[in-house]
């Protein structure tokens, strides 16, 4: 398969018989697993809204994404259901048989695979900025109410490029400016491991999703860096 611009992300449906890719430009393409053949395109539109108490002005809202978009996630218990996210500081909630985004989540500076659904609860969803302040943050799914801001490092400030999920109540995220990865309790807001000095930024993160003491990979310049815990998470 070749598409005419830059990919940068792909997601499968939870039940394995679409994916999606996102790309350079605002438009989300959905392909069928089997045939190989796109299904739909999923892009902006706007729409015109009266402002309240207003007679004459109207107000603009984008239900798609506007610049490059580097993340998407399927909902784990939805077939149809994903979020993505990008450059124009969104995250769009998304179906995939419907040209555009159901609603949406304002804040997010997303700038890689910095996406990710709770596959526990399944009710919150995890979100890495490329910024300075407040750059990992955790909302409601289903309100997109934001539940929690997890803080940088006082000494070591990291803009986010990727961020996952990790056991019950860590989460592992990476960036750039510091170099670093690191792995912290999102309920406590507690720093459980931190990676420093890394020769580049941190681009890509994984984990084997196994027990409360999971395999982590992290990504930086031309290494792979594989992390055992020895405690629990």
Known sequence: MTENRQSLNVTYSPDGLRFVTTGET????????????KILT???RYRYIKLKGSHSDTHQKLD?????????????????LFLSGGWDDTVHYWDDRKKHSIRSISGPHICGDAIDI???GKKAVLTGSWRRQCPLEVWDFDTGRKMKDIPSEPLCHCQLYCCQWLAKESVLCGGSDGNMAKVVNWFTLSTKGLLTDLPQGVYCIDNDKIGSRPLMAVGS?????????????
């Open 26 to 37: 605002p438009e989300l393409f959905v392909y069928d697993r089997t045939t190989r053949k």
């Open 64 to 80: 798609g994404h506007c610049f490059r978009v580097f993340a998407a996630q399927y909902h784990p218990d939805e077939p149809h």
């Open 221 to 233: 310049k031309s290494k792979i860096y594989l992390i055992k815990p020895e405690k629990d998470f």
């Open 42 to 44: 999923l892009e902006p």
């Open 118 to 120: 709770d596959p526990i």
